[in-house]
């Protein structure tokens, strides 16, 4: 089968960023655009594709109209990974009759081919889309995005394109129980928390420690550290926690729709509830995570300077500049040393727009009786770079997976069943197929 043996050699081609772009091989990403041109000819032939900065793949399917065109988008890095505890190695591509093996079979090379295959077919059968399909293939995700999809948006932007909407990875299919609910979910990503990272200065007396001052680097750090944690911001509703309570409230009892679909009324309760979930808790405030820390050269010298560093999702409705006001409002006596990301948080897409019932629709025909659910995705994808060029963002992967299935994501033994494969080629035929 054509379809299986493309997507290994997708995987064979070990595609993986780094966030020093100095250590990434790039020949291997060069090698990747060659391959996809031997093995699509077609789509060659027949799409327009604009290389951006080098290695971003942006095709053009010209449409019959001159209506607003959307966009396709996938990423064709991965995450490193090592041959340890993986039953077939992770750039082996192994097909063991009911699955493929390797990083990047979910996330994303696996949506990539099957755009691509998709596509293809539709080729074949002569299929002219309504209006311009672009495949927006970005080639470093993992690591922010800043040079592959950054750089298509600003492109499109430039050159006044401008998208309906934008469909990209995401949210999957997945069993309905870790909700509550019966039926399986399609979830729907329509809004992403900003993705921040600051570096916070301290600075202290250096010094013999055998003589210490009252208050140290290291302590202001620690002091700063403490407070923040123990009085992380505000808990909010946002318009993106309050469709998805109302998109589940017709699964579950009578008493406990009525409170999701009145989450204005009953807000105390529903944070009360959705608070004890990290993940759910997440959707409900800025979060504020400590995640690396530096001091001391020696272990009886005082440091004149500690440093750490805060990786902060931003909610709807705040912003960046809000957040870092609220910071220096507790009182630490701190410098921001270093902006390492800086991203506010999407818009809301609209979930009863055009492109969002497109989408139901197709997910009613490949996977019925699943319940499509929009929810505010607390992780990222390119798609946030698209916020100028495009009406709408959405973010679904058009799999079923399990749990287990799920953790092999950035983790050990990804692969893909066969029937998932086919699945997501069967999805974006008939979401190309379909268009009005
Ligand atoms: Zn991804």
Redesign the pocket.
């Known amino acids: 089968m054509d379809a299986i043996k493309h997507l290994q050699g997708a995987v064979r081609l070990a595609t993986v960023s780094h966030s020093d772009p100095y250590q990434t091989d790039w020949s291997v990403f060069r090698e990747f655009g060659e391959f996809l041109a031997e093995a699509y000819p077609l789509i060659h032939e027949k799409l327009e594709l604009q290389r951006i900065n080098d290695f971003g793949l942006l095709y053009r399917w010209p449409g019959s109209s001159e209506e607003k065109p959307l966009i396709l988008a996938a990423?064709y890095d991965v995450v490193a990974a090592t041959d340890e505890d993986w039953e077939h190695p992770p750039f082996s591509g192994h097909d063991d009759g009911e699955r493929i093996w390797g990083r990047g079979t979910l996330?994303?090379k696996g949506s990539l081919i099957a755009i691509l295959e998709a596509a293809n077919s539709l080729l074949e059968a002569e299929y002219v889309p309504p209006y311009d399909i672009y495949f927006a293939f970005g080639f470093d995700?993992?690591v922010g995005g800043e040079l592959g999809a950054q750089e298509i948006a600003k492109y499109l932007l430039k050159n006044k394109i401008h998208c309906r909407y934008i469909l990209d990875?995401g949210g999957a299919v997945t069993e309905g129980k870790s909700m509550g609910v019966e039926p399986d979910l399609a979830v729907i990503g329509i809004a992403e928390k900003g993705n921040n990272s600051f570096r916070f200065l301290f600075h202290g007396e250096e010094g013999h420690s055998s003589i210490p001052p009252k208050s140290s680097a290291v302590g202001k750090m620690a002091a700063f550290i403490h407070d923040v944690e123990n009085k992380p911001p505000k808990l909010r509703m946002t318009e993106a926690v309050e469709v998805t309570l109302k998109a589940l409230a017709p699964f579950k009892s009578k008493a406990e729709a009525f409170v999701m679909r009145n989450p204005g009324l009953f807000s105390p309760i529903l944070k009360k509830v959705l608070l004890k979930n990290k993940q759910t808790a997440a959707m409900l405030r800025t979060t504020v995570a400590f995640t690396m820390t530096e001091a001391g050269s020696g272990h009886n010298v005082l440091p004149r300077t500690a440093s750490c560093v805060a990786n902060i999702r931003i909610l709807q409705g705040d912003t960046v500049e809000g957040i870092l006001a609220y910071l220096r409002s507790l009182g630490h006596d701190f410098e921001i040393a270093e902006e390492i990301m800086v991203n506010e948080a999407t818009a809301i897409s609209d979930v009863k727009g055009e492109g969002m019932q497109h989408i139901k629709d197709t997910i009613a025909r490949i996977y019925p009786d699943t319940v499509a659910l929009p929810y505010l995705m607390v992780g990222g994808?390119d798609s946030r770079y698209y916020d100028k060029v495009s009406d709408n963002a959405y973010c679904f992967l058009p799999n079923k997976l399990s749990g287990k299935e799920l953790d092999t994501v950035h983790g050990r033994g990804e692969y893909i069943s066969h029937e998932n494969f086919f699945k997501m080629i069967e999805f974006y035929s008939d979401f190309m197929l379909n268009l009005r």
Do not use: K, L
Request: aromatic letters at 0%; a negative charge.
């Open positions: 990423h996330d994303d995700e993992e990875e994808t």
